[in-house]
């Protein structure tokens, strides 16, 4: 088995480029970019992200179509939470309504696209316009405080977003240790065990040592992420939040019938119809589920910031679909994968917080996130082009 | 003889990995039509696109000598300067802009600047009028059949002064009349002394028009038959181009008991989408037995496929009327998933754009039809998935390294079998075919065929919609004539013949 470089390069370059990155930006900050204290930040603070991508990317598999409104849902969304917590509400009932209310958006949006066949960049543009001026409905203009202990420490907002250490490490968090160490336990069991009932039934496998040498390579890397993490207390609760919607997303997207229509309807519309699948059922289903995915980045965006203000979530549909492309996703539908979306996801967030410890200005940040995306984007046409 | 218009001297040709062209020659005289026939693969389109420059000068070896001078055409604009114009089987027209628009696109008339609309239209009319097309050419592309696209097609390679024009399936989407009335064009065109390569699967059409036949075979040229020095069959023909002799294009179906009647339409009246007020099918009744090959022999746009369609889960069409009968219960199928569910199913003539998700490994297209046969509660069993399209890839010998390959790297042979895997894995009692052999060489034909015999010795019934006349008195136990959204007649296959084929569509057009 020779496995070319070439190959290599292409199959693993967004993650290549992630590393590139990394290094880069681990120089101009003098290490600064891998303080523990920043790596749990660069989580916290992009988990809405992870979450918006997931739920872009099902969009986008159903052949590139795009959310516009899910920054003025997280708004419109967060700003109903935070009232009815500011009124005593509590905070579980809070916390349902932002979710379904969530999901009534997605309905309303999704119907639309789906049944009446109104173009998805129109209909979420106008549910981009309509839910910002109902955020400012709800929240009269002003921002609303967000004070519920509870809550801000389920969702990763305030001092105490972190997991607290079972085992009194003192300023080593144990249980953060030992939950990376997990981690990497069962990853490593289910891949071993997945190719051992490959070969069993006499299925074509990865050589072995191309396994390997990814098993250790991510192994290390997770190590590595949940170590810095236990020396500044501990997994901050976003990273739950983060990690139970990937997985989700990855096994809806990999390993059921629903997943598969996604991939099918974005690469042929008409076959798959003609093979006896609702399309518009696929539609609605993506768009229902953006609208519980920005429901969730609402509640995670007003705990993160404590308040929630008129302004909130400005732009966050764009970096969910700048990590989707970044991270693979064709932008005709059909292709893309959670895992990209994960490296497409971080990428955008090492380049912002890496120019964020550098001190550069917001506006040639801005320049720099552009360029980033486009050369993703030419870089996959490229690779396309030559097959 | 007269003068070599065009050589082709030890062309080859290599993509990596793969040798597509070897040492090829290839000789055209002038003002002759000269066919050029294979196998899919055989390297046809590959040799055509070394001449217009396509493939530039340097990534081939060999010399290309037009009008005795050796040319290195860097790109396609080098050729079509020489008069040497390709006509691609796609048509590449855009559908919004008028006729003159078309014809002129990237050739503009008048300044760069400033575009000369009254020359360009009053050009392109004087060209619409040499290739016999009676409509304006400010009319839209898009307003025109595909037949007078064709057109339009040829008349901007006339446009472009073309010595030498090369048609590469120039009939593939043209009903019979059309394709005749083109095939004519084409003789016209040879009095008046222009040169042509014709690319064809269509052996018929070979045989009308070719003064010389060039056999192409796994990239090599094999022979080049003299059409009045020798005589010329079809079964000639393919015997060059498959290498050895096919006795029997059609594979003989043994004693297939034909059984009772397991779909019954009746009174099936459907109105077309957009045009309310036009009748698509008018009034069509069938009866399909188990166990028979029911063929439905029509031109292109008879309503064949609008029949098909509207039958399975209504598909296609508005505001259909008439009556179904599955094992003689009536029964409603108001979509294609009702209609797996009744075990129907519905193999597209369209594989590319309505069958396969091409972006997809074979083993999901062989599922796509019937998740519910490989997942569990709606947790697909990869396993399971991959045992089944292993097993329909064995089964109906699709040629691919494994089930994981893409569907659109697969040749259009065994695109259909992928098609046809599908939708057996859906389990169906009646199979309807729309043009199961579109697009697909001789060999490959010929293993559908053998498809088709399997699925009725296993009790299936098969409803094959074909144009191709051969094909269906070959394989048909029974036939439906289809003209104008009607049924006009219904024959034995004993009884059919190509002559009271077309008398029968001839005399149903005469009857209104």
Redesign the interface.
């Known amino acids: 088995m020779n496995l070319k470089i070439q190959d290599i390069i292409k199959k693993y370059t967004m993650v290549l480029a992630l590393i590139v990155v990394l290094i880069f930006f681990y120089i101009t900050t003098q290490g600064k970019i891998l303080f523990p204290m920043n790596i749990n930040s660069l989580i916290s603070q992009n988990a809405y992200v992870f979450v918006l991508a997931a739920g872009m990317l099902l969009c986008i598999l159903t052949g590139g179509n795009i959310d516009l409104a899910v920054g003025s849902v997280i708004c419109f969304v967060g700003g109903i939470g935070a009232v009815m917590m500011d009124k005593n509400i509590n905070v579980w009932v809070a916390v349902i309504v932002m979710l379904v209310g969530g999901v009534l958006v997605g309905v309303w949006q999704g119907f639309w696209i789906a049944y009446v066949k109104v173009p998805p960049f129109i209909a979420t543009l106008a549910g981009m316009y309509a839910f910002r001026g109902l955020a400012n409905v709800v929240m009269q203009g002003y921002a609303v405080g967000v004070r519920n202990e509870t809550f801000l420490n389920v969702f990763g907002g305030g001092a105490n977003c972190y997991i607290p250490d079972f085992f009194n490490g003192g300023s080593f968090n144990i249980t953060c240790m030992a939950a990376g160490a997990l981690v990497v336990l069962i990853y490593v069991g289910l891949t071993l065990k997945k190719r051992i009932t490959a070969k069993a039934?006499g299925?074509?496998v990865d050589p072995l040592y191309s396994v390997l040498i990814r098993l250790v390579v991510i192994s290390a890397a997770v190590l590595w992420i949940f170590y810095k993490l236990a020396q500044h207390k501990g997994i901050p609760t976003g990273l739950i939040w983060i990690a139970l919607v990937l997985l989700a997303y990855g096994y809806v997207t990999n390993?059921?019938?629903?997943g598969?229509n996604l991939?099918?309807v974005g690469?042929?519309e008409?076959?798959?119809?003609?093979?006896?699948?609702?399309s518009r059922k696929v539609y609605f289903f993506a768009y229902i589920n953006m609208g519980l995915m920005a429901g969730l980045a609402g509640i995670l965006t007003i705990a993160r910031a404590s308040n929630a203000q008129p302004t909130f979530g400005q732009g966050y549909e764009m970096d969910a679909i700048a990590a989707c492309f970044i991270g693979g996703a064709s932008a005709y539908g059909?292709?893309g994968k959670i895992t990209g979306v994960i490296i497409g996801a971080l990428l955008m967030g090492v380049i912002n917080q890496g120019m964020s410890i550098m001190g550069i200005s917001p506006n040639y940040q801005s320049v720099v996130k552009g360029i980033v995306v486009l050369v993703a984007i030419i870089f996959d046409v490229l690779s396309n082009k030559k097959k | 003889m007269g003068k070599i218009l065009l050589e082709m001297k030890n062309i080859t040709k290599t993509f990596p990995g793969v040798k597509a062209l070897d040492n090829v020659n290839f000789q055209v005289e002038e003002g002759e039509i000269h066919a050029l026939v294979g196998e899919n693969g055989a390297g046809k389109s590959t040799l055509m696109n070394v001449l217009s420059g396509i493939y530039p000068f340097g990534t081939y070896e060999g010399d290309i000598i037009y009008n005795g001078e050796v040319c290195q055409f860097q790109k396609i604009s080098d050729s079509e300067k020489r008069g040497i114009v390709i006509i691609h089987q796609e048509l590449a027209l855009v559908p919004q802009m008028s006729i003159g628009e078309n014809m002129f696109l990237g050739n503009e008339r008048g300044k760069k600047y400033a575009i000369d609309w009254d020359v360009t239209y009053s050009e392109a009319d004087k060209y619409l009028k040499m290739v016999g097309l009676s409509e304006s050419s400010r009319v839209l592309i898009k307003d025109i059949g595909t037949g007078k696209q064709q057109l339009v097609e040829i008349a901007k390679a006339l446009a472009k002064n073309a010595k030498l024009l090369i048609l590469d399936e120039p009939t593939s989407s043209l009903n019979e009349t059309d394709s005749r009335a083109l095939l004519d064009l084409m003789l016209e065109f040879k009095k008046q002394g222009m040169t042509m390569i014709i690319i064809t699967h269509k052996l018929n059409e070979v045989v009308y028009v070719a003064d010389k036949i060039t056999v192409v075979r796994d990239g090599s040229t094999v022979e080049t038959m003299d059409c009045h020095t020798m005589e010329i069959s079809e079964d000639r023909i393919i015997k060059g181009m498959v290498g050895r002799e096919i006795t029997d294009r059609f594979p003989k179906r043994h004693d297939v008991a034909i059984g009772d009647v397991n779909m019954e339409v009746k009174n099936w009246t459907v109105y077309h989408p957009v045009y309310a007020e036009r009748k698509v099918v008018d009034n069509v009744n069938m009866t399909v037995r188990k166990g028979e090959v029911v063929g439905i022999y029509g031109l292109m746009g008879a309503g064949r496929t609008e029949l098909a369609m509207s039958i399975?889960?209504r598909?296609y069409g508005a505001d259909i009327s008439g009556s179904l009968k599955l094992n003689g219960v009536e029964t409603v199928l108001k979509?294609?998933?009702e209609?797996?569910?009744a075990k129907l199913a519905?193999v597209?003539e369209d594989r590319k754009?309505?069958?396969?998700?091409?972006?997809?490994p074979i083993r999901?297209n062989t599922s796509?039809?019937n998740?519910?046969g490989v997942?569990n509660k709606?947790?697909?069993d990869?396993?399971k998935e991959?045992q089944v399209a292993v097993e329909y890839k064995d089964k109906l010998r699709t040629k691919t390294p494994?089930v994981?390959q893409n569907v659109g790297n697969l040749s259009g042979g065994n695109q259909q079998k992928v098609l046809l895997a599908?939708w057996m894995f859906t389990d169906p009692d009646i199979l309807i075919l729309d043009e199961p052999t579109r697009g697909i060489d001789v060999g490959a034909k010929y293993e559908i065929y053998c498809i088709i015999n399997d699925l009725v010795a296993a009790g299936k019934s098969v409803v094959m919609i074909s144009s191709e006349l051969p094909e269906v008195i070959g394989m048909s136990d029974r036939i439906y004539i289809m003209n104008e959204g009607q049924f006009v007649g219904e024959m034995k296959a004993e009884e059919a013949t190509q002559e009271n084929i077309m008398a029968c569509i001839l005399q149903s057009g005469r009857g209104r």
């Open positions: 039934k299925y074509g390993k059921t019938t629903a598969r991939y099918a690469g042929n008409k076959a798959t119809r003609l093979s006896g699948i609702d059909g292709e | 399975f889960g598909s979509n294609p998933h209609a797996i569910n519905y597209t754009g309505n069958g396969l998700v091409l972006s997809n999901v796509l039809a998740m519910k997942s709606g947790v697909i990869r396993d991959y494994s994981e599908k």
